[in-house]
């Protein structure tokens, strides 16, 4: 991911990422948005019970990289950005080693939307 960005991150209410496991996978991943009006959207859309929204510089590798080692501790593989909470469509970026690495276009299926 070699833009600079904001990612916005929503946080539980006691300051621990909010993840997301599709139904009957192993794997999760962590929602993040390019804009703080998208986070907030996608919790009102999603009624979400998100405390707060905290962001980081995709740009600043240390935090970048601490970010990554904490995430995969918890089985989380990749990075869902800008989730549409009503279409499914995101773009899920991979992680690789403790950093950012290929981005794709995802499309998560309505069963899927519905474990988070």
């Known amino acids: ?7 916005h991150f929503l946080l539980d209410s006691n300051g621990a990422l909010i993840a997301f496991q599709a139904t009957g996978s192993s794997w999760a991943a962590v929602l993040a948005f390019t804009s703080e009006p998208a986070a907030r959207e996608f919790v009102r859309l999603s009624n979400l019970d998100a ?3 905290a962001a980081i510089d995709s740009a600043d590798a240390t935090a970048v990289a601490a970010l990554v080692r904490n995430v995969k501790r918890r089985a989380i593989r990749n990075l869902l950005l800008d989730l549409d909470y009503a279409s499914g469509k995101c773009l899920a ?10 981005a794709r276009d995802y499309q998560l299926t309505a069963s899927a939307k519905a474990s988070h």
């Not at 690789?96 to 690495?101: S, W």
């Open 93 to 102: 970026i991979e992680f690789e080693g403790d950093a950012l690495g290929i």
């Open 51 to 53: 405390a707060e929204i």
């Open 1 to 7: 991911m070699s833009a600079r960005r904001e990612l």
